[in-house]
């Protein structure tokens, strides 16, 4: 295949993707179903590309999933998962054990697999797929705690699930240092990234960039040094890149909104090239026999080994049982698991390949029922606004010659911001509402102003009072203007 094909067929599977995010939005599942479906076509039994090497698709799966931890911990706001530390810290370690074991001891029993092998099957589906997650979780009001459990969740369980995957999968015998090894691992990844972010917003602050979008080149290399440098070490590469990008991101550095951008943007490509990649891997000759194996692993992970690992989890924090449920129910597997079961056949040899089609049809089975039916779950609940309110959108620029945050606020149907008069907003001193636009029509606001459905509004806030300001117009997109003030920083009257 010649450059001008490969290049003009590189370009029409991104157009292809990009258009499957539209298509996913109006039907609310995940677009990994349809770069799967697209990578399953091109394969060599349609199209006919062939594509077999495992090791090549689990490293080109691994750098994927580098760049997509990178744009999910710079797009994640710090005040966003600070309430939810604790309980997405034991979610992604300690639930991690509970989940492999309890996946692990069942599939013995029902698939008469040896109790190594069952375990490292547990290993491959314990990890949850933050893509997979909230591309879901984008078109329902979650509360911000569980939200930020979720992508808290998603963005730190991969480094522990691999290390487990990598012990299970090796012939060596495991011993009592092995979690001694696994704390060391995940500790010094932690600390290496935070140090690299920290250091890199430092050295960004105050270096003189002779064009604006190297800045996002430079943040993007400093979180992939910080995967190097973890593994480098023999610890948590990937936990060591989540670490530093969310430090980055959270951290006032030149041009962030450009980085955030950009890091958005480098996370979508690795996204959809992730999913067609395994697509093309996959034979689908292979995948009908794969099918009982893959419903019973389903079941196990649906009914008994998530539900049980989110109630150890919730234990400590009290967690109101129909929250615990959905968490439990929100747990969707991604692209992350393939590329486990990928490492998985590389290091314990390709008696393993049958896991990797299993996983592949669990991945498909969890999606659709989980995806389809997590709306009407979060409803039944009462997690979820049961009149299908979508939660207000909030979208910062920063103004960073002046300190200043831009909020940018998008009224949806439902939302109890409707009919609400800005002087009720009772936004915090130093943030004010500058601009609506109303029927594409913008407009400087007096204070007696009222806001309605569709509206967008632009808010200027200082940097100081920027998340007290989001928090605010949250608070009363879901309980009205009469909902109580959280912030100790009030509009003085």
């Known amino acids: 295949m010649d450059l001008t094909v490969t290049l003009g067929a590189v370009a029409g599977v991104l157009l292809l993707a990009v258009l499957a995010v539209r298509i996913s939005d109006r039907v609310g599942l995940p677009s990994l179903l349809l770069y799967l479906a697209i990578g399953l076509v091109l394969g060599q039994p349609v199209v006919g590309i062939p594509f077999v090497d495992a090791r090549l698709t689990e490293t080109l799966g691994i750098a994927a999933l580098v760049l997509i931890l990178v744009e999910g911990g710079m797009t994640t706001r710090w005040s966003t998962v600070r309430p939810a530390l604790g309980l997405g810290l034991v979610l992604s370690t300690v639930s991690v054990a509970v989940s492999i074991a309890v996946t692990g001891g069942l599939l013995h029993l029902f698939l008469d697999l040896g109790w190594r092998t069952a375990l490292l099957w547990g290993a491959v589906l314990s990890s949850t797929d933050a893509a997979a997650v909230f591309s879901v979780l984008r078109s329902v009001a979650v509360p911000r705690r569980l939200a930020g459990t979720l ?202 390949e049958p896991l990797v089609d299993v996983v592949f049809v669990l991945v498909v089975i969890l999606t659709v029922v989980q995806g389809t039916t997590l709306p009407w779950v979060g409803r039944i609940l009462g997690v979820v606004s049961r009149t299908g309110t979508h939660t207000v959108e909030v979208d910062s620029a920063p103004l960073d010659e002046v300190g200043a945050e831009l909020l940018q606020v998008r009224v949806p149907q439902g939302s109890r911001l409707h009919g609400v008069y800005l002087r009720e907003l009772r936004l915090p001193v130093g943030a004010t509402v500058s601009l609506i636009v109303r029927d594409r029509t913008p407009f400087t606001p007096g204070g007696e102003a009222r806001l309605r459905e569709g509206d967008q509004f632009l808010v200027v806030s200082t940097r100081e009072v920027r998340d007290a300001a989001e928090q605010r117009i949250r608070d009363v997109d879901r309980g009205g203007k009469l909902v109580r003030w959280h912030s100790g920083r009030r509009r003085s009257s």
Not at 155 to 170: C, E, R, T, W, Y
Not at 201 to 212: I, K, N, Q, V, Y
Not at 308 to 332: D, I
Request: glycine share 12%.
């Open 151 to 352: 992508e808290l969740e998603s963005g730190i369980n991969d480094a522990p699930v691999v290390i487990a995957v990598v012990v299970l999968a090796g012939s060596g015998p495991i011993g009592w240092t092995t979690p001694l090894l696994v704390v060391y691992e995940l500790a010094a990844g932690t600390v290496i990234g935070v140090l690299l972010g920290l250091g890199g917003a430092w050295a960004l602050r105050r270096a003189a960039l002779p064009a604006t979008g190297l800045y996002p080149l430079a943040s993007i290399a400093v979180c992939l040094l910080a995967y190097a440098g973890g593994q480098a070490v023999h610890a948590s590469g990937l936990l060591a890149t989540y670490c530093c990008a969310l430090v980055l991101g959270n951290c006032r550095m030149p041009h962030r909104s450009g980085v955030l951008s950009f890091a958005e943007g480098t996370g979508w490509l690795a996204q959809i090239g992730l999913f067609v990649l395994l697509g093309l891997y996959v034979d689908p000759h292979g995948l009908p026999a794969a099918v009982l194996p893959a419903v019973i692993a389903a079941g196990v992970l649906l009914l008994a080994a998530r539900p049980l690992s989110v109630l150890v989890a919730a234990l400590p924090f009290r967690v109101p049982l129909r929250e615990q449920a959905f968490l439990s129910w929100a747990g969707l597997r991604g692209a992350v698991p393939i590329v486990l079961a990928l490492i998985a056949v590389t290091e314990a040899g390709p008696g393993y």
